[in-house]
């Protein structure tokens, strides 16, 4: 008999101790680096477009509390190409003396946004923001932009279409006449009723989504234009 047995410990195999240690180890690396432990915010992207045609549109660049970009030319027959912004407060300003042009309030929701730009009196725009990566928003159907400042009543094939004055507002057409085109008409809205101001067809496209822009004329006339964006089918 082993007259030490009776105040013999049997020892712990080190193997069991490692995945404590090693948990230990990697509890107390987040704790001293915070970043370690999440994931970074995904980036915040923009792409922008003048609403109305201009025979010289201003070079201008974007600015928030941490960055500021390159100056960039203002389209009005497409919409930029993607550009990455630090925040959802976002400055549009001329590059030619740093003028305010707009404040841009993005979304909570949403990493990719287009921001259509309706022109205001006396100088600048009113930024009206769409959400780009909403999984709703799919290629054949169109986006109203309403810088006029009247409500204006769509009918685009069998759904109707209310959009309030600086709204937007994204509609899923129906009742295609013979699986071709849809018939539109826009009116208008009043006290007294709702004025038509445009009838037509619009031909059915399941390749793009496409834009359409409702501004108001001198003579309280409203006229509208469309700019469609290519995208893959979802």
Not at 74 to 95: F, N
Not at 144 to 153: A, E
Not at 166 to 171: S, T
Request: proline share 7%.
């Amino acid at each position: 008999m082993n007259p030490f047995a009776k105040n013999h410990q049997p020892t712990r195999p080190m193997t069991l101790r490692l995945p404590l240690i090693f948990l230990t180890t990697i509890s107390l690396l987040l704790c001293a680096h915070p970043a370690l432990a999440r994931k970074s915010e995904t980036s915040i992207t923009l792409r922008l477009m003048a609403c109305e045609v201009t025979k010289e549109q201003p070079k201008v660049f974007l600015e928030t509390k941490d960055s500021k970009s390159d100056a960039f030319d203002l389209p009005s027959s497409a919409l930029t190409a993607s550009m990455e912004v630090s925040g959802r407060a976002v400055e549009l300003k001329a590059a030619d003396g740093n003028a305010l042009l707009s404040s841009i309030a993005l979304p909570d929701q949403g990493a990719s946004f287009a921001v259509l730009l309706v022109p205001q009196e006396p100088s600048g725009f009113l930024p009206i923001v769409v959400r780009l990566d909403d999984e709703s928003f799919k290629p054949g159907e169109y986006c109203f932009i309403n810088g006029s400042d009247k409500t204006v009543v769509v009918k685009l094939g069998g759904t109707e279409v209310v959009v309030d004055a600086g709204n937007a507002v994204k509609a899923h057409p129906t009742e295609p006449v013979h699986n071709h085109h849809y018939n539109v008409t826009m009116s208008a809205r009043s006290d007294s009723g709702d004025k038509l101001f445009a009838s037509t067809r619009w031909p059915l496209n399941n390749a793009v989504r496409s834009y359409i822009m409702l501004l108001s004329k001198p003579g309280g006339k409203i006229n509208y234009r469309s700019v469609d964006e290519s995208v893959e089918k979802r």
